[in-house]
């Protein structure tokens, strides 16, 4: 059939299409009826300083907001994104305990540090913590260098004291403690005379007071004074004789002055005496007259001897109680007694008492009653054992019990007569056994049945009960005490038109019901009858339940079919449409990847595809990029760090993917370094490691945090002496204080070559720093003795001598006789030999040779000058060999001695007394040769040297170019 159209549908007029926004659009209203939809431009990016908050939809625009602007006392902790706000935080304030250790930055917070508690072990503190700094520690000196003394222990804020150690104890002391690490060397003024009551034992020495002792008082005990004590003897004393010698006794005690007196001991008593005091020490042997007989009532115990008289003893009157009489007593013999036999001994018994003549009387026991007996009471002390006749069998009407033993007779009891009430006889009675009965079972057990009545001869019989009827059967009566239990069989099948309701159980028989023939209305059947079950039929679903929809109608054997309603879209897809009662939820693929050029906004969610935006193409400038787009974060960007901050350095320039990089600078150069070059805005502060001065150089300025160590300059090897080499800086650090032994530099040599300085009151030898030098002044002597085995080619025995002395030295008096401060003792040197003497300009003052060449290139061949340098004048001298003729102030002598050299034998006056060994090498300074007297040396002594050769002139002039700048 056809419907009519609607009246007006000739006048209806549809205008266009629905316009459709574009991609790069929103809808600002929806299409009605009479307008069509409204769509307008989507918001270009957000400015630079906004943020993207809202995302454009298909019904809304972008929405931009400014970016939130760090104030102070704030820093950024998140820097803004595209669609993210940048995030402040407030600068985090170091606590009391705390200091800065990196100061904030624009995006960085104030880093703190916990503040060293206490300098660690070791360490002492320099400087105490600030709001910006740690407390600084510095390592406490290990050790007072050699020379020195600990005069404080270091403290939390200090580091360990030191001081100069005294070097000798002054005259009229002796040291009594060498120096310590922790206390200097401990000296005390020496004893001038013993005191009253004590003598010396000991004079003074340089670590030893003088000695005293006591004087004895009085002579000990055991001794006898022999002398008087005097001012350097004690109280003589000699040993009192201990004993008087063996056969005399003493007379007399021994006095304070005077021995022991003894006599002879008297040797035998005469006869008719006897002995009765041996001698003592101080008694003769005592004597006394012999018993002639023993009295009445006595008897003789023993004959009388040399030392003991005739001994007697009374006669025993009467045997003791317990003993009587075996004998009579005679002249030599007591009266006899024997003990009582207290007990008879076991086996036997007593027969009579004892009397006071005789003993107590025993006899044998009865070992064992007789055959055909047993024993009716035990032995006793006065009685044997006691036996009886044993039953011969058990009287009628009873029965033995127990058979007859050695102390018991046979025992009997009577037979019971008949078993009591609730027994029966199990065994008839016998000779030796009652009549046996046993209790009749009362009841049948659990799981039995009684069969038979107890009799008086027969217990109640049971059987046991059908445990369970048989397979096909069921139980139809319990068993009771006296029945078994009842079975019928089981009902094989149900008949037709019924079902089995239960199975059949051993009580029960099978079960059988109807069967359902249609199921009724709204419901449909879920299952056939069976055998063992009805018609089955369930209710039919009336509405699909919530989260699924209807895919078929019911039937009468189908229920409703409903499906799950997809409860989430699967990964990859998200939702397009709402499920409904009778339809699924309907999915679209999920856009997998933004595509190039752009980066996800959004993540896809359930019911909306992923959103994606234009990637930024470079950071603005004065920024640089923090982190590439991804594919979900557009470019980061952050303002690029001005200038680095106060305390650090840049280490490199900002670039488009990195910020400006700055580091701390160091604060202070650290210990053994010094700073070669002040921080700048791009290089941190410069230090070295410290320079060390070798075993041939000194130390001019120590180094500081600012500048290195300057060390003098040195000779190369090849240029050192191989004998002796003195340079006064390696006393420059004693500066002004006085010097009494001067080393050698060669650390090999060092042990050995040391000078020594004496001399009389005026002598005065002391370090100069200035020059520096060693400031001689005074009657002063210098003396070093080498070791014999040192070598110096033919060193005073021949005329051609092959070694060289340097000396660096400033005369303070000059007098025509004193041209060199170097003198070589020999008997006769000849006129080979040579005296350069250079000032600090490098001009020659004068030489000496045998007519050859100059010993410096481009000098000339000349004589010794008539006078020399002019006082307090730096010269440098090198001489290979000198004149025999004497020096004035301020000679050095080089002696050597051989008992083989005749040409030292005239040793005079006190120097004799010196006693210089066989063979020595020795080298004096401020002494004329041959020990004679010393010079007033009035001179400043810069450096010497004594090489085993003779030098060349290359040599000379590096030993003048390590010098020259001394020599002002």
């Known amino acids: 059939m056809i419907r009519a159209l609607p009246a007006d549908l000739e006048r209806r007029l549809c205008l266009r299409i629905v316009t459709s926004c574009l991609a790069s659009e929103y809808e600002v209203s929806a299409p009605t009826a009479l307008a069509d939809r409204v769509c307008a431009k989507i918001r270009a990016a957000c400015a630079v300083d906004e943020y993207e908050s809202a995302a454009p939809t298909s019904i809304s625009d972008r929405v931009c907001s400014i970016l939130t602007v760090c104030v102070a006392g704030e820093f950024q902790s998140s820097a803004p994104q595209w669609n993210k ?265 007593q ?136 079975c019928a069989a089981v009902t094989a099948v149900c008949p037709a038109g019924t079902y089995q309701t239960a199975e059949p159980t051993a009580t029960t028989d099978r079960q059988c019901a109807p069967v359902t023939a249609v199921c009724p209305a709204g419901t449909y059947q879920t299952a056939e009858p069976t055998a063992t079950a009805d018609r089955q039929c369930a209710p039919v679903t009336a509405v699909c339940p919530a989260g699924t929809f209807q895919t078929a109608e019911p039937t009468a054997t189908a229920d409703r079919q409903c499906a799950p309603v997809i409860a989430v879209c699967p990964a990859g897809t998200y939702q397009t449409a709402e499920p409904t009662a009778t339809a699924d939820r309907q999915c679209a693929p999920v856009t997998a990847v933004c595509p190039a050029g752009t980066f996800q906004t959004a993540e896809p969610t359930a019911t909306a595809d992923r959103q994606c935006a234009p990637v930024t193409a470079v950071c603005p400038a004065g920024t640089y990029q923090t982190a590439e787009p991804t594919a979900t974060a557009d470019r980061q960007c952050a303002p690029v760090t001005a200038v680095c901050p106060a305390g650090t350095y840049q280490t490199a320039e900002p670039t488009a993917t990195a910020d400006r990089q700055c580091a701390p600078v160091t604060a202070v150069c650290p210990a053994g370094t010094f700073q070669t070059a002040e921080p700048t805005a791009t290089t941190d502060r410069q230090c070295q490691t410290c320079a060390a001065c070798s075993s041939f150089q000194f130390v001019v300025t120590p180094c500081s945090s600012t500048s290195n160590t300057v060390c003098t300059a040195q000779l190369d090897a090849a240029d050192r002496p191989e004998t002796l080499y003195l340079d006064a800086g390696a006393l420059a650090s004693m ?60 060193w005073g025995t021949s005329n051609t001598s092959q070694f060289t002395v340097v000396a660096l030295h400033r005369p303070r008096v000059v007098t025509s006789g004193s041209r060199q401060f170097v003198y070589m003792d020999t008997a006769a040197l ?17 030489t000496s040779t045998n007519g050859g060449s100059s010993l410096f290139p481009g000098g000339t061949v000349g004589s010794l000058p008539a006078a020399p340098p002019a006082a307090n004048t730096w010269v440098l001298e090198i001489v290979t060999r000198t004149q025999t003729t004497a020096g004035g102030p301020m ?14 034998t005239s040793f005079t006056g006190s120097d004799s007394a010196l006693g210089f060994p066989t063979a020595f090498n020795e080298i004096n300074i401020g002494r004329y040769w041959r020990l004679q007297p010393i010079y007033n040396a009035e001179d400043e002594l810069g450096a010497l040297m004594v090489y085993n050769r003779a030098i060349d002139s290359d040599t000379m002039g590096r030993v003048f170019a390590l010098y020259k700048d001394r020599m002002v």
Not at 421 to 450: I, M
Not at 744 to 760: E, I, K, M, Q, Y
Not at 891 to 903: G, Q
């Open 351 to 486: 027969t009579a008492e004892p009397t006071a003549t005789t003993d107590r009387q025993c006899a044998p026991v009865t070992a064992v009653c007789p055959a055909g007996t047993y024993q009716t009471a035990e032995p006793t002390a006065t009685a044997d054992r006691q036996c009886a006749p044993v039953t011969a069998v058990c009287p009628a009407g009873t029965y033995q019990t127990a058979e007859p033993t050695a102390t018991a007779d046979r025992q009997c009891a009577p037979v019971i007569a008949v078993c009591p009430a609730g027994t029966y006889q199990t065994a008839e009675p016998t000779a030796t056994a009652d009549r046996q009965c046993a209790a009749v079972t009362a009841v049948c057990p659990a799981g039995t049945f009684q069969t038979a009545e107890p009799t008086a001869t027969a217990d109640r019989q049971c059987a046991p009960v059908t445990a369970v009827c048989p397979a096909g059967t069921y139980q139809t009566a319990e068993p009771t005490a006296t029945a078994d239990r009842q």
């Open 735 to 794: 500066a002004n204080q006085p010097i009494s032994s001067w080393t050698d530099l060669d650390p090999a040599r060092a042990p050995t070559n040391v000078f020594s300085f004496t001399g009389s009151a005026n002598c005065s030898v002391t370090a100069s720093a200035a020059a520096p030098a060693l400031n001689i002044t005074g009657n002063c002597l210098g003396r070093l003795t080498l070791p014999p085995s040192t070598t110096l080619q033919n």
């Open 830 to 846: 000849g006129t080979n030999s040579a005296l350069i003497w250079y000032s600090s300009s490098m001009s020659r003052i004068g």
């Open 85 to 349: 706000d940048r995030r402040c935080s407030m600068l985090s304030i170091c606590k009391a305990n705390e200091f800065e250790a990196v100061p904030p930055k624009w995006d960085a917070d104030r880093q703190c540090a916990p503040v060293t508690a206490v300098c660690p072990s070791g360490t002492y503190q320099t400087a105490e913590p600030t709001a910006t700094a740690d407390r600084q520690c510095a390592a406490v000196t290990a050790v007072c260098p050699a020379g020195t003394y600990q005069t404080a222990e270091p403290t939390a804020t200090t580091d360990r004291q030191c001081a100069a150690v005294t070097a000798v104890c002054p005259a009229g002391t002796y040291q009594t403690a060498e120096p310590t690490a922790t206390a200097d060397r401990q000296c005390a003024a020496v004893t001038a005379v013993c005191p009253a009551g004590t003598y010396q034992t000991a004079e003074p020495t340089a670590t030893a007071d003088r000695q005293c002792a006591p004087v004895t008082a009085v002579c000990p005990a055991g001794t006898y004074q022999t002398a008087e004590p005097t001012a350097t003897a004690d109280r003589q004393c000699a040993p009192v004789t201990a004993v008087c010698p063996a056969g005399t006794y003493q007379t007399a005690e021994p006095t304070a002055t005077a021995d022991r007196q003894c006599a002879a001991v008297t040797a035998v008593c005469p006869a008719g005496t006897y002995q009765t005091a041996e001698p003592t020490a101080t008694t003769d042997r005592q004597c006394a007259p012999v018993t002639a007989v023993c009295p009445a009532g006595t008897y003789q115990t023993a004959e009388p001897t040399a030392t003991a008289d005739r001994q007697c003893a009374p006669v025993t009157a009467v045997c003791p109680a317990g003993t009587y009489q075996t004998a009579e007593p005679t002249a030599t013999a007591d009266r006899q007694c024997a003990a009582v036999t207290a007990v008879c001994p076991a086996g036997t018994y």
């Open 891 to 904: 000679v050095l002598n080089l002696h050597r001695r051989y008992a083989t050299d005749t040409s030292f």
